[in-house]
Nanobody, 125 residues
Framework: QVQLVESGGGLVQAGGSLRLSCVAS????????MGWFRQAPGKEREFVVG????????YYADSVKGRFTISRDNAKNTVYLQMNRLKPEDTAVYYC??????????????????WGQGTLVYVSS
């Protein structure tokens, strides 16, 4: 059974930073790509960032490009989302996701599945 546990959310002022963490279990983490989605109140879920199993390829939504950075630490089974220069429109519940199969070389959102409960990020203006 896959388990993804997100943490690091909270309240921050606009312009501030947060780092989200997601610890994965139930699969050999180093073989799987990872990603982050977010869902703001009343809005559709949005694919924000993705990283392949090797870390060689990443994806960033235009809305976060240049401000967010995804990284992974295979020794800790953890993927991180560093969020800088946060804006009120970044307010959302952020969900970690894992690839459906190992060694995928794509960062397309269709190959990611969500197992976590999410962590709330609230950016005040």
């Amino acid at each position: 059974q896959v388990q993804l546990v997100e943490s690091g959310g909270g309240l921050v002022q606009a312009g501030g930073s947060l780092r989200l963490s997601c610890v994965a279990s139930g699969r050999t983490f180093s073989r799987y790509g990872m990603g982050w989605f977010r869902q703001a109140p009343g809005k559709e879920r949005e694919f924000v960032v993705g990283i392949t199993w090797s870390g060689a390829d990443t994806y960033y939504a235009d809305s976060v490009k240049g401000r967010f950075t995804i990284s992974r630490d295979n020794a800790k089974n953890t993927v991180y989302l560093q969020m800088n220069r946060l804006k009120p429109e970044d307010t959302a519940v952020y969900y970690c996701a894992i690839h459906t199969a190992p060694y995928l070389t794509t960062v397309a959102e269709g190959y990611l599945e969500l197992w976590g409960q999410g962590t709330l990020v609230y950016v005040s203006s």
